[in-house]
C-alpha cells in the first residue's frame, strides 16, 4: 500500500464549479500537509501549506485536514480555466533531523470555459 | 525572485551515454533534491543534499549519482543511460532541516533512445 493515495483522474469541470481534490493517507506520523499546482511542462510550485488538523483559507483555496480520518482536501470555488493544472499533495512527518516529503501521484484539473 | 534553474530543459541521448544534468539556486539554500516525474508513479526522489558535498540516496537511487561541490549547485548524473531512465527529472530546494516549501526548476525531460 502507497504511503499517499491520491486519484489521478481526469477531472473536467465547467468554469464557476466548486472543485474538490482529496488524498488519503497511511502514516499517522505525517504532519505537514501541502498542496502544489503544475502546470503543463513547469515544475510543481507550493499553493497550501497547512500544519495539524483544520482548514487554512487563501482566496478562493481552502485546505483541510482531517488527521483523525488521514484525509486531506483542496477545495477551489469559482473555478477558472487558469486553474486547469495537475494538482499533487504533499506531506512529511517531524521528528527532527530533515524530513522527506511524499507526494501523491497527482490529479489532473481541466475546467472548460 | 526565487529561482532553481535546470540547464537543460529537453535532452534526447543514446543508451550507454552519460548524461549530467545541472541544477543552480540561487536562494542559498542548504537542501537540494532530484526528483523524477513518472505518469502513475508521480515525483519518487532519487538524492538529495543538505550540505555541500554530503549527499543521501532518495527511493530509487539505482543507476544515478550526484554531485555537490558547491552550495548552490546540484549535479545528477546517468553514468551509462537506459531507456528506462526516460523520464521528466525535476531539480528542488528548500531550506533548514525542517525542510519547509519546496521550490522546484522547471524540469528536464530526457529521452533514451
Known amino acids: 500500500q502507497k504511503e499517499v493515495e491520491q486519484d489521478p483522474g481526469p477531472l473536467s469541470v465547467p468554469e464557476g464549479a466548486i472543485v474538490s481534490l482529496n488524498c488519503t493517507y497511511s502514516?499517522?506520523?505525517?504532519?505537514?500537509f501541502m498542496w502544489y499546482r503544475q502546470y503543463s511542462r513547469k515544475g510543481p510550485e507550493l499553493l497550501m501549506y497547512?500544519?495539524?488538523?483544520g482548514n487554512k483559507e487563501d482566496g478562493r483555496f481552502t485546505a483541510q485536514v482531517d488527521k483523525s480520518s488521514k484525509y486531506i482536501s483542496l477545495f477551489i470555488r469559482d473555478s477558472q480555466p487558469s486553474d486547469s493544472a495537475t494538482y499533487l499533495c504533499?506531506?512529511?512527518?517531524?521528528?527532527?533531523?530533515?524530513?522527506?516529503?511524499?507526494f501523491g501521484i497527482g490529479t489532473k484539473l481541466q475546467v472548460i470555459p | 525572485d526565487v529561482k532553481v534553474t535546470q540547464s537543460s530543459r529537453y535532452l534526447v541521448k543514446r543508451t550507454g551515454e552519460k548524461v549530467f544534468l545541472e541544477c543552480v539556486q540561487d536562494?542559498?539554500?542548504?537542501?537540494m533534491f532530484w526528483y523524477r516525474q513518472d505518469p502513475g508513479l508521480g515525483l519518487r526522489l532519487i538524492y538529495f543534499?543538505?550540505?555541500?558535498?554530503?549527499?543521501e540516496k532518495g527511493d530509487i537511487p539505482e543507476g544515478y549519482s550526484v554531485s555537490r561541490e558547491k552550495k548552490e549547485r546540484f549535479s545528477l548524473i546517468l553514468e551509462s543511460a537506459s531507456t528506462n531512465q526516460t523520464s521528466m527529472y525535476l531539480c528542488?530546494?528548500?531550506?533548514?532541516?525542517?525542510?519547509?516549501?519546496?521550490?522546484f526548476g522547471e524540469g528536464s525531460r530526457l529521452t533514451v533512445l
Open positions: 502514516n499517522s506520523a505525517f504532519q505537514y
Open positions: 543534499s543538505y550540505d555541500v558535498k554530503m549527499k
Open positions: 497547512t500544519y495539524s488538523s
Open positions: 536562494m542559498d539554500h542548504e537542501n
Open positions: 504533499a506531506m512529511r512527518k517531524n521528528s527532527g533531523g530533515y524530513q522527506k516529503v511524499t
Open positions: 528542488a530546494s528548500n531550506g533548514g532541516p525542517g525542510g519547509g516549501e519546496l521550490f
